[in-house]
Every structure is written in C-alpha cells, then in structure tokens.
C-alpha cells in the first residue's frame, strides 16, 4: 500500500497541476512551470522522490499539451497530444517503464514551412501599486523578421476565468504568418497560466490589472522595435472582448485597429440582471453589483459600454461581431456599441468601423468549416484595410 503523496513537494509552490492520469505504478501530471509553459511530470508510485520531467521536445516550449483518453490502469505507456502555432498536433506516446517517447501521429500543414518561423515566450513588466508584475506573452514571427517597427502585429488577449489563452495549432492564423504578421498572446492576470492566483489577481475587485498588463505588452511591442502604433492591432472575443473593449476606451492611443468578437461590452447591466441565464453562475468571477455598491461602482468603471470617449476621433478601427443565437453573450450587446458609434459617425467620418451579425451560429461559432474561413478572411480584408497594408 502506497501511503498518501503530497504532490506540492515535488512539483513546488509555484507551478500548477492542469490534468493528471493515474496508473497502477505512477502518476502522471500534466504542470505548468512558473513561465506558464506546459509540462509532464513522472511520479513513481513506489518512490515518489524520484519523480522527473518527461523530456518534450525543446522546440515545442510554447504549446497546448492535452493528455490523451489513457483508460488502463495498468497500462505501461501514458499518450498525450501537443501543438503550438506553428505545429499542428502531435500524438505522443511515453513508456514508463524504458522512458522512451515517440510519436505516434503527426500531422503537416499543408505549403507551410514553420522552419521559416518562431515561437517564443518573452516576458513583459506590467505593474500592481508599487510592485513589477511579470507578464507571460507568447510571440509568433518570420526568423528572419526585423526590429524596425515595420512588422503589423496582432496581440491576443483573454484573461477570465482562470482560462489559458490557447496557443495551440491555428490554420487560419497561418495566412497572417505568411504576410509578414507578427501574432502576440498576451496571457494576463486573470487566466490560469500561472496558477490559482494569477488568476485572482485579474478577477473581481482586481479585475482592472488584466487591462493594465494587456496595455503594457502592447507598450512591450513598440518599444522593442516589433511594431508601431500604426501598425498594431488587438483581439478579443468574449471576455476577452471586454478586455480589448476596456484597451479601446481608456488607451486608444496605443492601437490602430480592434477585432471585437462577441464581445462582452455590457457587463454593468448584465450583471445586475439575474434573469439572464448566467449572470448568478458569474458573480465568483465578476462580483454581485446588486448585492454590494462597492463592486457596482469598480465594474461601472471599466465596463466599456458605460465609458466611451467624448473624442471618437482618436478611437482605433473596429470590426464587431454577433450571432443572434448568442446565449452567453446577448447580440444586443455589441450593437449597442455599435450603435453609439454610427450615430457619431457624421461627427467622426474617417472613423472605421465596420459590424458583421450571424443568424447561425453561437457564441462558440457553430458554423460549419467554409463559415469559418469565410470569418477569418473577414478579419484579414479589415486588418489590412484599417492598418493600410497591401491586399495580397
């Protein structure tokens, strides 16, 4: 009988545990160090203290591992998936007993060669009072790319519910690539790539240091020579609409073009209406606005819709989306945003902003394949447009 493992000495204070797989002889558990960078460990059941790393392949740092459905319990080889943004995924499988990794399933992306480009995580100064955060973020780029802030960027950002920003294999983000785009993930206080309380940090009352840290690694970009202001652009869809949504209003000056998907832009009233179907389940993550004056008058802030800016001129271009049949996100908020904007629009005509509504679909898209592309093209005709890059 094995006597009960507290896997906190092995793995340390800092790391944290996202999935685990238990075999008759050794536990696996599927980490993420301090960098937030993914990782396996081994634990052998009968000598704990001799638990080691997986070896994964280094060029792989920057992926979205996934354990596989591994259902024998005293099976010797543990299977799990990875892919980054330039890999599509990859099935290991991993001998317990001989400690020898191998591949079982690759797939290639098909006139792409991801030899031409790199994937790396650098780390971004935000700041929390008078203490410097460090802020994980993710870069995708040409090799050969220069540091003259000639390169259009798009920076990614999510930072809700303790959820990781996925870096995993994107085949439309492949196009961007292609063109000379450098794609950037912020991972903000807020998600879950640092642990339980990174992602306190960016909830609640503290919600605001997800904005600050997404405007410092967009300050990050142009400051290192990657990008300019004028060749710069931010997404979110979701939260992390409401993230990109905050960044518009209170830091327009540091983008030049917005890609909002569904975006969560009303929060102050939908979180003070409990018919909706989830506004309670949300009160851990946003706080109660009804039941507390303090966390009405913090969420009315920085809710986007309840902060726009009297000078609409110096808003960046925005391309919108909805679905009617959003359930999470209420198609009309965003058209509210919208909505607000066009009527401003004869005061402020060189303002581009363009609003795109799906009767299909969801919040998590639905569509079928061609709708996807069809979504994604949309997004790279109204990058180009609004940054002034060539079409082709």
Same mark, same amino acid.
């Given at each position: 009988m094995v006597d009960v493992i507290d896997v906190r000495t092995y793995i340390g204070p800092s790391a944290k545990i996202d999935e685990m797989d238990l075999f008759q002889d050794f536990v696996v558990l599927y980490e993420r160090a301090a960098a937030g960078l993914p990782r396996v460990r081994i634990v052998p059941l009968q000598s704990p203290q001799d638990s080691y790393m997986l070896p994964l392949p280094p060029q792989h740092a920057c992926c979205v591992l996934h354990p596989c459905p591994n259902r024998g319990f005293h099976d010797? #080889?543990?299977r799990f998936s990875l892919s980054t943004p330039l890999v599509p995924e990859i099935v290991y499988q991993y001998d317990l007993h001989r400690r020898q990794l191998d591949v079982l399933k690759q797939d290639a992306a098909v006139n792409f060669d991801a030899d031409e480009f790199t994937c790396r995580r650098v780390h971004v100064a935000s700041t929390d009072d008078d203490a410097v955060v460090s802020v994980p973020m993710t870069l995708?780029? *040409?090799?050969?790319m220069k540091l003259d802030g000639s390169n259009p960027t798009l #920076?990614?950002?999510y930072g809700a519910y303790g959820m990781n920003l996925d870096t995993g294999f994107d085949m439309e983000a492949l196009s961007m690539l292609q063109r000379g785009w450098v794609l950037a993930y912020a991972h903000v206080r807020g998600g879950g790539e640092l642990g339980l309380d990174w992602h306190a940090q960016g909830r609640g009352l503290l919600k605001k240091n997800s904005f600050v840290d997404f405007a410092a690694c967009c300050?990050?970009? #142009?400051?290192?020579?990657?990008?300019?202001? *004028?060749?710069?652009?931010?997404?979110?869809?979701?939260?992390?609409?409401?993230l990109v949504g905050v960044v518009a209003n %209170?830091?327009?000056?540091?983008?030049?073009a917005v890609v909002l998907n569904v975006p969560f832009l009303d929060i102050a009233s939908t979180m003070q209406d409990p018919s909706l179907p989830l506004t309670v389940h949300e009160y851990d993550e946003w706080g109660n606005p009804t039941a507390d004056a303090a966390v009405r008058a913090y969420i009315q802030s920085y809710s986007p819709i309840d902060n726009l800016r009297s000078d609409h001129a110096q808003y960046p271009a925005m391309l919108v989306t909805t679905a009617l049949n959003d359930m999470r996100v209420n198609y009309w908020e965003p058209l509210r945003w919208v909505r607000h904007f066009r009527q401003l629009k004869p005061k402020?005509?060189?303002?581009?902003?363009?609003?795109? #509504?799906?009767?299909?679909?969801?919040?998590?898209?639905?569509?079928? *394949?061609?709708?996807?592309l069809e979504a994604a093209a949309d %997004?790279?005709?109204?990058l180009h447009h609004a940054l002034n890059l060539p079409s082709s």
């Amino acid at each position: 009988m094995v006597d009960v493992i507290d896997v906190r000495t092995y793995i340390g204070p800092s790391a944290k545990i996202d999935e685990m797989d238990l075999f008759q002889d050794f536990v696996v558990l599927y980490e993420r160090a301090a960098a937030g960078l993914p990782r396996v460990r081994i634990v052998p059941l009968q000598s704990p203290q001799d638990s080691y790393m997986l070896p994964l392949p280094p060029q792989h740092a920057c992926c979205v591992l996934h354990p596989c459905p591994n259902r024998g319990f005293h099976d010797n #080889v543990v299977r799990f998936s990875l892919s980054t943004p330039l890999v599509p995924e990859i099935v290991y499988q991993y001998d317990l007993h001989r400690r020898q990794l191998d591949v079982l399933k690759q797939d290639a992306a098909v006139n792409f060669d991801a030899d031409e480009f790199t994937c790396r995580r650098v780390h971004v100064a935000s700041t929390d009072d008078d203490a410097v955060v460090s802020v994980p973020m993710t870069l995708v780029h *040409r090799k050969d790319m220069k540091l003259d802030g000639s390169n259009p960027t798009l #920076v990614v950002g999510y930072g809700a519910y303790g959820m990781n920003l996925d870096t995993g294999f994107d085949m439309e983000a492949l196009s961007m690539l292609q063109r000379g785009w450098v794609l950037a993930y912020a991972h903000v206080r807020g998600g879950g790539e640092l642990g339980l309380d990174w992602h306190a940090q960016g909830r609640g009352l503290l919600k605001k240091n997800s904005f600050v840290d997404f405007a410092a690694c967009c300050r990050h970009l #142009v400051a290192t020579g990657i990008t300019t202001r *004028r060749l710069l652009a931010a997404k979110g869809t979701s939260a992390g609409g409401l993230l990109v949504g905050v960044v518009a209003n %209170e830091y327009p000056h540091l983008v030049a073009a917005v890609v909002l998907n569904v975006p969560f832009l009303d929060i102050a009233s939908t979180m003070q209406d409990p018919s909706l179907p989830l506004t309670v389940h949300e009160y851990d993550e946003w706080g109660n606005p009804t039941a507390d004056a303090a966390v009405r008058a913090y969420i009315q802030s920085y809710s986007p819709i309840d902060n726009l800016r009297s000078d609409h001129a110096q808003y960046p271009a925005m391309l919108v989306t909805t679905a009617l049949n959003d359930m999470r996100v209420n198609y009309w908020e965003p058209l509210r945003w919208v909505r607000h904007f066009r009527q401003l629009k004869p005061k402020s005509p060189d303002l581009v902003l363009w609003c795109k #509504v799906s009767d299909d679909g969801g919040h998590f898209n639905g569509l079928g *394949r061609l709708d996807q592309l069809e979504a994604a093209a949309d %997004e790279i005709v109204f990058l180009h447009h609004a940054l002034n890059l060539p079409s082709s």
